[in-house]
């Protein structure tokens, strides 16, 4: 059974930097692509970074901040966070797809807020 935890979220001043992690267990992580995703109230659920082999997509208004990273033997996977913006609060979740069979999997989030 797989299952995804995330930890390292928390409350950060604007222009900080946090690192989440995500563990996997029941999984070969070189199987999967990596994610991290986040919600702020009243919005949807947005893909914020993806890794897959070696290569990687960030959303927009990451890009240049965020760092998404993976290390397979570990079965983790990461997302530095730099230059923190209130506007990237949020709850942040992993979330890892079956290359083979397009399955998905989610952890239970973690809180990241960028206040003064």
């Known amino acids: 059974q797989v299952q995804l935890v995330e930890s390292g979220g928390g409350l950060v001043q604007p222009g900080g930097s946090l690192r989440l992690s995500c563990t996997g267990s029941?999984?070969?992580?070189?199987?999967?692509?990596a994610r991290w995703y986040r919600q702020s109230p009243g919005n949807q659920r947005r893909l914020v970074a993806e890794?897959?082999?070696?290569?990687?997509n960030y959303s927009d208004s990451v890009k240049g901040r965020f760092t998404i990273s993976r290390d397979d033997d570990k079965s983790m996977w990461y997302l530095e966070m730099n230059s923190l913006r209130p506007e990237d609060t949020a709850v942040y979740y992993c979330?890892?797809?079956?290359?083979?069979?397009?399955?998905?999997?989610w952890g239970k989030g973690t809180l990241v807020t960028v206040s003064s």
């Open positions: 890794i897959s082999d070696d290569a990687t």
């Open positions: 979330n890892a797809m079956d290359q083979f069979s397009g399955r998905e999997y």
């Open positions: 029941g999984m070969t992580l070189s199987f999967y692509t």
